[in-house]
C-alpha cells in the first residue's frame, strides 16, 4: 500500500545520494570536458578523502572545521600530485593511455590503502553535533543528512559561478572547447587544466567525509563503483554539462534508491543494474545525454 510518508522519505534519501553522485560528478565532468579523459582515480581520492578525515578528527582530535579544511588541502594536493605526475606528460597522445594510466593509479592507490589501514572496512562515527535526530509527521533524519544537502548545494552553486563568472573559470571553459585554440590564445592550459585537478579532487575528498558521515562505514574500496557512477551520472546529464552533471548525479540517487524502496525485495541486490539500465535507456533516447549538446568529435 502506498503511504506518502515512506515516499517522501525514500525521495529524501534517494536526494542525499544523489547530492554525493553530483559532487563526484563536477570534477569528472570538467576533467572530461578538457583531456577527454575517465578518470578513475577521481574515485579513489573518496577514499583517500574519507581516512584522512577519519585520522585527523577522530585519531588525531583536531577541531571539526580545521580537520575539514585540511582534507579540502589533502584532496587538492593530491589532485595536482595526479595530474603533474601521472596525466601532463601524456597530453597529446592517444586518450586511451590516460585512460589506462587513470585505471592503474586507481589500481596502485587503492592497494596502497589496503595495505596501510588493513582489508577491513572502519567504521566512521558522524561527528556529535551532525548527529541529532529529528522526527516529524512524514521524516525522520539527522543533523547530518541537512548538512549534506544544503553544503552540497553550496559547493554546486558556487562551482557553477566560478565557471560561469571568473577569468579562470572562463579559461577552463575555453579549455574545454579546443585546448589547442586556447594555447594560442595565450591561456595558460597546464594551469587552467591542474587547477581543474586541484578543485575537483578537493570537492572528491570532501565527498569522502561526507559518505562516511551518513554510512557510518568507510573502507579501502570504496570509491570505485562509487566514482564509475559518478562518470554514469555525467553521461546521463550530458558530458561537458556542469548542470547536466548535477542533474545525473540526482537522478541516479533518486532512481537507486526509489527502486530498491518499491521494487519487490528481490530486486534489491540488482540496485548498480539498474542504474546502467538507466544509462542505456538515456543513450538510446538522447545519446547527448539529457542536457548535453551534440558536437562534432574533436580530432
Given at each position: 500500500?502506498?503511504?506518502?510518508?515512506?515516499?517522501?522519505?525514500?525521495?529524501?534519501?534517494?536526494?542525499?545520494?544523489?547530492?554525493?553522485?553530483?559532487?563526484?560528478?563536477?570534477?569528472?565532468?570538467?576533467?572530461?570536458?578538457?583531456?577527454?579523459?575517465?578518470?578513475?582515480?577521481?574515485?579513489?581520492?573518496?577514499?583517500?578523502?574519507?581516512?584522512?578525515?577519519?585520522?585527523?578528527?577522530?585519531?588525531?582530535?583536531?577541531?571539526?572545521?580545521?580537520?575539514?579544511?585540511?582534507?579540502?588541502?589533502?584532496?587538492?594536493?593530491?589532485?595536482?600530485?595526479?595530474?603533474?605526475?601521472?596525466?601532463?606528460?601524456?597530453?597529446?597522445?592517444?586518450?586511451?593511455?590516460?585512460?589506462?594510466?587513470?585505471?592503474?593509479?586507481?589500481?596502485?592507490?587503492?592497494?596502497?590503502?589496503?595495505?596501510?589501514?588493513?582489508?577491513?572496512?572502519?567504521?566512521?562515527?558522524?561527528?556529535?553535533?551532525?548527529?541529532?535526530?529529528?522526527?516529524?509527521?512524514?521524516?525522520?533524519?539527522?543533523?547530518?543528512?541537512?548538512?549534506?544537502?544544503?553544503?552540497?548545494?553550496?559547493?554546486?552553486?558556487?562551482?557553477?559561478?566560478?565557471?560561469?563568472?571568473?577569468?579562470?573559470?572562463?579559461?577552463?571553459?575555453?579549455?574545454?572547447?579546443?585546448?589547442?585554440?586556447?594555447?594560442?590564445?595565450?591561456?595558460?592550459?597546464?594551469?587552467v587544466i591542474s587547477v581543474a585537478f586541484v578543485l575537483g579532487s578537493a570537492i572528491?575528498?570532501?565527498?569522502?567525509?561526507?559518505?562516511?558521515?551518513?554510512?557510518?562505514?568507510?573502507?579501502?574500496?570504496?570509491?570505485?563503483?562509487?566514482?564509475?557512477?559518478?562518470?554514469?551520472?555525467?553521461?546521463?546529464?550530458?558530458?561537458?554539462?556542469?548542470?547536466?552533471?548535477?542533474?545525473?548525479?540526482?537522478?541516479?540517487?533518486?532512481?537507486?534508491?526509489?527502486?530498491?524502496?518499491?521494487?519487490?525485495?528481490?530486486?534489491?541486490?540488482?540496485?548498480?543494474?539498474?542504474?546502467?539500465?538507466?544509462?542505456?535507456?538515456?543513450?538510446?533516447?538522447?545519446?547527448?545525454?539529457?542536457?548535453?549538446?551534440?558536437?562534432?568529435?574533436?580530432?
Amino acid at each position: 500500500m502506498f503511504s506518502l510518508s515512506y515516499f517522501l522519505q525514500q525521495s529524501m534519501n534517494g536526494i542525499i545520494l544523489g547530492c554525493i553522485y553530483a559532487l563526484l560528478a563536477l570534477g569528472m565532468t570538467v576533467v572530461y570536458g578538457i583531456l577527454r579523459l575517465i578518470n578513475f582515480a577521481h574515485g579513489a581520492l573518496i577514499t583517500l578523502g574519507a581516512f584522512f578525515m577519519y585520522f585527523v578528527f577522530f585519531r588525531l582530535g583536531l577541531p571539526f572545521v580545521a580537520a575539514l579544511f585540511l582534507v579540502l588541502g589533502f584532496g587538492g594536493a593530491m589532485g595536482l600530485v595526479l595530474d603533474l605526475v601521472a596525466y601532463r606528460k601524456l597530453r597529446g597522445g592517444p586518450e586511451v593511455a590516460l585512460l589506462i594510466t587513470s585505471l592503474g593509479f586507481y589500481t596502485f592507490i587503492e592497494n596502497f590503502t589496503k595495505l596501510i589501514v588493513s582489508p577491513q572496512p572502519y567504521a566512521f562515527k558522524t561527528p556529535e553535533f551532525l548527529a541529532t535526530l529529528y522526527r516529524t509527521p512524514y521524516l525522520t533524519f539527522r543533523t547530518v543528512d541537512v548538512f549534506i544537502i544544503f553544503s552540497s548545494l553550496l559547493i554546486m552553486l558556487a562551482f557553477h559561478l566560478f565557471v560561469k563568472r571568473t577569468k579562470l573559470g572562463i579559461a577552463m571553459r575555453a579549455t574545454a572547447e579546443n585546448l589547442e585554440v586556447a594555447n594560442l590564445m595565450g591561456i595558460e592550459v597546464n594551469r587552467v587544466i591542474s587547477v581543474a585537478f586541484v578543485l575537483g579532487s578537493a570537492i572528491a575528498a570532501f565527498t569522502g567525509f561526507l559518505w562516511g558521515a551518513k554510512y557510518g562505514q568507510i573502507s579501502y574500496d570504496m570509491g570505485f563503483l562509487t566514482g564509475v557512477k559518478a562518470f554514469v551520472a555525467v553521461v546521463v546529464g550530458g558530458v561537458g554539462s556542469i548542470p547536466g552533471a548535477m542533474l545525473g548525479g540526482f537522478v541516479l540517487g533518486l532512481a537507486e534508491i526509489l527502486s530498491i524502496a518499491f521494487l519487490p525485495t528481490r530486486f534489491a541486490e540488482y540496485r548498480d543494474g539498474i542504474v546502467f539500465a538507466i544509462l542505456i535507456l538515456v543513450l538510446l533516447i538522447r545519446p547527448s545525454g539529457i542536457m548535453g549538446i551534440r558536437e562534432e568529435v574533436r580530432v
